[in-house]
C-alpha cells in the first residue's frame, strides 16, 4: 500500500525557517517524480515544487522561487522542503504527492505550517 | 504561471449531471494533454479522478467524464450522489516543469 507520511509542521515567526519531510514507502521511491502542494485555511491548491527521480532537477511557480527548496534522500525514501524567510501568507496545510502519469495519484494527509508572531 | 479558472460553485439533484469548466491558456490546458481533476472532501487529502484529460484511475466511477477542447477543460458528474458533494480542482502541466491548479468548484448535491 502507497503511504505518504508528512511531518515537520508547526508554529514559526515571521522571517523564520522550517523543513518539512514525508516519508514513503509501499512503491519504488526512487521511480517517481515528487511533488509538494499547499493549501492555506479555508482556500484552495497552490502546487508548491517539484522533483525528479534523483532531485537533479527542480521546479517551483515564480513566487515561490529563491525561498523553498525542494530535495529527496532515495536512500532514506524521503522527500523534503525547506522554507526559509516565511510570510504570515505561506500559512498552509503541506502536502507531499506522487506523480503517477503527468498527475498526482498519491497524497498525503498534509503537516500544517502556522506562520504568525 | 497564471492560476486555472473554475466558477466556484455548481449544484445538481440527486441523479442529475454537473459540469465543471477549467479555462487555462495557450501556455497549459491549451498545449499540454495533461489536464487532471481531484476530488476533496472537508478535512481530506484530495483523490485523483481524472488524468491525462480524459482517463480514470482504476476505482474511479465512470460516472465521473471529462474532455478538453482548446484552452478550456471540463468534468462532468453524472448520476450525481450524495458523496459526490465536495471541492473539485482542475490541474494542468504548464511547461518548464511546472504545474498549476484551478481555485476550485464546490459542488453541492440538492
Known amino acids: 500500500e502507497v503511504q505518504l507520511v508528512e511531518s515537520g509542521g508547526g508554529l514559526v515567526q515571521p522571517g523564520g525557517s522550517l523543513r518539512l519531510s514525508c516519508a514513503a514507502s509501499?512503491?519504488?521511491?526512487?521511480?517517481?517524480?515528487m511533488h509538494w502542494v499547499r493549501q492555506a485555511p479555508g482556500k484552495g491548491l497552490e502546487w508548491v515544487s517539484r522533483t525528479n527521480f534523483d532531485g537533479r532537477i527542480t521546479a517551483y511557480p515564480d513566487s515561490l522561487k529563491g525561498r523553498f527548496t525542494i530535495s529527496r534522500d532515495n536512500a532514506k525514501n524521503t522527500l523534503n522542503l525547506q522554507m526559509n524567510s516565511l510570510r504570515a501568507e505561506d500559512t498552509a496545510v503541506y502536502f507531499c504527492?506522487?506523480?503517477?502519469?503527468?498527475?498526482?495519484?498519491?497524497w498525503g494527509q498534509g503537516t500544517l505550517v502556522s506562520v504568525s508572531s | 504561471q497564471s492560476a486555472l479558472t473554475q466558477p466556484p460553485s455548481a449544484s445538481g439533484s440527486p441523479g442529475q449531471s454537473v459540469t465543471i469548466s477549467c479555462t487555462g491558456t495557450s501556455s497549459d490546458i491549451g498545449t499540454y494533454n495533461y489536464v487532471s481533476w481531484y476530488q476533496q472532501h472537508p478535512g481530506k487529502a484530495p483523490k485523483l479522478m481524472i488524468y491525462d484529460v480524459s482517463k480514470r484511475p482504476s476505482g474511479v466511477p465512470d460516472r465521473f467524464s471529462a474532455s478538453k477542447s482548446g484552452n478550456t477543460a471540463s468534468l462532468t458528474v453524472s448520476g450525481l450522489q450524495a458523496e459526490d458533494e465536495a471541492d473539485y480542482y482542475c490541474?494542468?502541466?504548464?511547461?518548464?516543469?511546472?504545474?498549476?491548479f484551478g481555485p476550485g468548484t464546490k459542488v453541492t448535491v440538492l
Open positions: 504527492a506522487r506523480e503517477g502519469v503527468s498527475s498526482l495519484d498519491y
Open positions: 490541474s494542468s502541466y504548464a511547461g518548464s516543469s511546472s504545474f498549476v
Open positions: 509501499g512503491f519504488t521511491f526512487s521511480d517517481y517524480w
